[in-house]
């Protein structure tokens, strides 16, 4: 039989779990050292990396570093790309290298992909997680596999459509699509006419492109 504070810690921990992130991210915040590594690293993979996306960066920092690799690793391939970008940019570069080797090379490859841009820039606010579907996807299809696909996205504002070739022809809101006919096509309701913003465009100009979209 377990001891005692074992037990209350795994009772502790399994009534954390139920929390909302950004609640649990406030939690281990106001913890000491110590205890605040013990109850991150009993969190499952899944929570551990919701918790971090919430919590302020140089609390990211703090758990990440006394995390095993392998584990830290695990952690960041469940992040949303763009998030474990900016948290491995606050890293050493020795221990971001170290984890990015650790990591799945698709995700590892998402994220050097975004590590390459500016934090300035358009390409350093990018996502390579956004949700895609052919023009000929009936908005029935988009919303089912919509569905399926929500919970790895960063947003799931705009549904965009694209080719063949993965080139953009033109995107979808999301109000358009729940009220829309579950038969149409997308390309029948997508807004052709999409702003666009070079990889290096800066920050300011980059916002004035989304706020036009809006």
């Known amino acids: 039989m377990g001891s005692p504070d074992i037990l209350r810690l795994?009772?502790?921990q399994t009534r954390l779990a139920r929390l909302h992130p950004a609640d649990l991210a406030d939690i281990i915040e106001d913890l000491?050292?110590?205890e605040r590594d013990r109850v991150f690293r009993a969190l499952d993979i899944e929570v551990a990396a919701e918790v971090l996306e919430e919590a302020d960066p140089k609390l990211q920092v703090q758990l990440i570093q006394h995390m095993p690799a392998e584990t830290a690793s695990d952690v960041l391939e469940q992040m949303s790309p763009s998030e474990a970008t900016d948290l491995l940019q606050e890293l050493e570069e020795p221990h971001a290298q170290t984890l990015l080797q650790e990591m799945e090379p698709e995700a590892a490859q998402d994220v050097r992909c975004l590590l390459t841009h500016d934090e300035e820039t358009a390409g350093g606010m990018m996502t390579t997680s956004f949700f895609s579907q052919p023009p000929q996807a009936t908005v029935s299809q988009a919303l089912?596999?919509?569905r399926r696909e929500a919970s790895d996205l960063d947003v799931i504002y705009y549904i965009y459509v694209e080719?063949?070739?993965g080139?953009?022809?033109g995107a979808?809101?999301?109000?358009?699509?729940?009220?829309s006919n579950p038969q149409a096509p997308l390309e029948?309701?997508?807004?052709k006419r999409v702003v666009t913003a070079a990889l290096t465009t800066n920050r300011v100009?980059?916002?004035t492109f989304l706020l036009s979209m809006g």
């Not at 979808?172 to 009220?179: A, F, P, S």
């Not at 029948?188 to 807004?191: A, D, E, R, T």
């Open 172 to 179: 979808v809101n999301l109000r358009e699509l729940l009220t």
């Open 163 to 165: 080719d063949q070739q």
């Open 10 to 12: 795994k009772f502790s």
């Open 32 to 34: 000491d050292r110590p």
């Open 188 to 191: 029948s309701i997508m807004v």
């Open 167 to 169: 080139q953009l022809v």
């Open 205 to 207: 100009t980059s916002r």
């Open 144 to 146: 089912d596999a919509l």
